[in-house]
Nanobody
Framework: QVQLVESGGGLVQPGGSLRLSCAAS????????MGWYRQAPGKQRELVAG???????NYADSVKGRFTISRDGAKNTVDLQMNSLKPEDTAVYYC??????????????WGQGTQVTVSS
């Protein structure tokens, strides 16, 4: 089973920054999209940012202008630069990689989650 390892989470003050990184334990072929999701206590998991194999990006309205997603195709990694953090950004963040295999369809891989806490 492919494992996604996340790093970079932690505790920061409002207005601070964090950079989350996600790396696969092994090379993943046929990547369709990579992204970051988050889930706060009592809330549904939501998409934060995504990036396609072609480089197109998509952001949740709540993070536009503050977060930036990037990927390194050669290394199969995806990062999330988080600036101007707010308390409402507090959540467990999950890395996601979606692959597509011709004739079979898509499949998702998930990281274990990393805690991001924004508090004074």
């Amino acid at each position: 089973q492919v494992q996604l390892v996340e790093s970079g989470g932690g505790l920061v003050q409002p207005g601070g920054s964090l950079r989350l990184s996600c790396a696969a334990s092994t090379r993943i072929a046929n990547i369709y999209t990579m992204g970051w999701y988050r889930q706060a206590p009592g809330k549904q998991r939501e998409l934060v940012a995504g990036i396609s194999s072609g480089g197109s990006t998509n952001y949740a309205d709540s993070v536009k202008g503050r977060f930036t997603i990037s990927r390194d195709g050669a290394k199969n990694t995806v990062d999330l630069q988080m600036n101007s953090l707010k308390p409402e950004d507090t959540a467990v963040y999950y890395c996601n990689v979606r692959v597509y295999l011709y004739g079979l369809g898509s499949s998702d891989y998930w990281g274990q989650g990393t805690q991001v806490t924004v508090s004074s």
